[in-house]
């Protein structure tokens, strides 16, 4: 199955018809891990009607969770068409550990669609189980970071869900706050720094304080050095 594995990943970095058409043929393996790197190296494959095809199918019926979520992270590497309502009509799904759920929320962030804002901010919310709520708000800052006029907004929710109950969303709020890496949210991850009663919380409040200071710092040079 490695070798398999490899010969996927490369026919996905030649990027020729007949390497797609072989990835096809690939999609079939018995072995899951196989099928995982058949469909991250469809992902490849920009705006191609054939690979996207390929894996919507697989998206919505391989039948194993890992491929279904690698499925649905090359779904929006695709960039294509039609790409954004693939991924929301199956992400609601219910998996081990909510997989399919939090990789389709990952797959919106990457997509970078900002369609994709509402459908993460809904599930955010309290009615949702707390692994979707972490996904959720992790994707959410990553998808607000490549929409300058929706950054407020999303960093506002994302400071409202540092105050949940649920450690999980806690935790996806400050990776999301990371991720969109806007300085004004730095007081509040330093209350967390100091005050959340779960140290690993706070270890990953330390870092995201680390990460937006280091992020503000370049973006100040580049502008300097212009």
């Not at 990027?15 to 790197?37: F, I, M, Q, Y």
């Not at 998206?59 to 890992?66: I, M, R, T």
């Not at 459908?119 to 929409?147: I, P």
Request: glycine share 8%; with cysteine.
């Amino acid at each position: 199955w490695a070798v398999r594995r490899e010969a996927a990943a490369a026919l996905g970095e030649i990027g020729t018809p007949s390497g797609r058409d072989a990835l096809l043929t690939g999609a079939k393996d018995k072995d899951s891990r196989v099928r995982r790197a058949v469909y991250r190296a469809l992902g490849k494959f920009r705006r191609d009607d054939v690979a996207f095809k390929a894996l919507a199918k697989a998206y919505a019926n391989d039948g194993w969770y890992y491929p279904m979520n690698a499925a649905a992270l090359s779904l929006a590497e695709t960039r294509h068409d039609k790409a954004f309502e693939t991924i929301v009509c199956g992400m609601d799904r219910r998996s081990t550990g909510e997989i399919l759920a939090r990789g389709a929320c990952m797959a919106l962030a990457n997509l970078r669609d900002a369609r994709g804002i509402p459908e993460l901010l809904k599930r955010t919310k309290d009615d949702r189980l707390e692994m979707v709520r972490y996904g959720a708000a992790w994707a959410l800052g990553k998808l607000g970071s490549f929409h300058e006029t929706r950054r407020d907004e999303v960093l506002e929710h994302l400071l409202g869900l540092l105050r949940d109950r649920n450690y999980r969303t806690r935790l996806g709020a400050t990776l999301g706050l990371t991720e969109l890496g806007y300085v004004k949210a730095v007081d509040d991850l330093e209350k967390v720094a100091e005050a959340e009663p779960i140290g690993y919380l706070r270890s990953y409040a330390r870092r995201g304080i680390r990460e937006i200071r280091e992020k503000h710092a370049e973006s100040a040079k580049k502008v300097e050095q212009q």
